[in-house]
């Protein structure tokens, strides 16, 4: 079935998931898991804001493959 010829591209897909889960946690330790410092500017809750909605979107989107696509797909 189709799933079969998926398997190494969607294997390749998870393992760099694994890659973007690591860069996502050594983000959320050095921003104090986008805890804003104190007194911080404009520009730096700014950063934030935006760090945290692109991980946000990423953690859904690796949850969406992995957890919903990637079975579908390999059970075909």
């Known amino acids: 079935g189709v799933g079969r010829g ?3 591209p969607i294997s390749v897909m998870m ?9 996502i946690a ?5 921003t104090n898991n986008f805890e804003l ?6 520009s730096w809750t700014r950063l934030y804001a935006l760090a945290k ?5 990423l953690k859904d989107h690796i949850h969406l493959e992995n957890e919903i ?3 579908r797909v390999l059970a075909s």
């Open 37 to 42: 410092p104190e007194g911080a500017c404009g």
């Open 26 to 30: 050594r983000l959320e330790e050095l």
């Open 53 to 57: 909605e692109m991980v946000d979107d």
């Open 15 to 23: 393992h760099e998931h694994e890659d973007h889960d690591q860069a």
């Open 6 to 8: 998926a398997a190494m």
């Open 69 to 71: 696509l990637f079975p």
